[in-house]
């Protein structure tokens, strides 16, 4: 009878440190992936941050601003 406990409280346990251990995995693999995810975030960011400056610089381009006001006086008229 006592070989019976211990294999039961042997089982539980072996199963208590497997399901641990799966637990970790996962939470290691979900790290890994919001890491991923906060890369290819980051990446967009910098491509947009990039666009904006190229944006910014034919705005302000003072012939661009010309051109603009050309465009309103031809409307105008």
Same mark, same amino acid.
């Given at each position: 009878?006592?070989? *019976?406990?211990?294999?039961?409280?042997?089982?539980?346990?072996?199963?208590?440190?497997? +399901?641990? *251990? +799966?637990?970790? +995995?996962? &939470?290691? $693999?979900? &790290? $890994? $992936?919001?890491? #991923?995810?906060?890369? /290819?975030?980051? *990446?967009?960011?910098?491509?947009? &941050? $990039?666009?904006?400056?190229?944006?910014? #610089?034919? =705005?302000? /381009?003072? #012939? +661009?601003?010309?051109?603009?006001?050309?465009? #309103?006086?031809? &409307? =105008?008229?």
């Amino acid at each position: 009878m006592e070989t *019976a406990h211990f294999i039961i409280a042997l089982v539980a346990i072996i199963g208590g440190l497997g +399901y641990s *251990a +799966y637990a970790e +995995y996962v &939470k290691l $693999q979900l &790290k $890994q $992936q919001i890491s #991923k995810t906060d890369e /290819d975030t980051q *990446a967009i960011i910098n491509e947009l &941050k $990039q666009r904006i400056e190229v944006l910014e #610089k034919i =705005v302000t /381009d003072e #012939k +661009y601003l010309l051109k603009d006001e050309i465009n #309103k006086l031809s &409307k =105008v008229s």
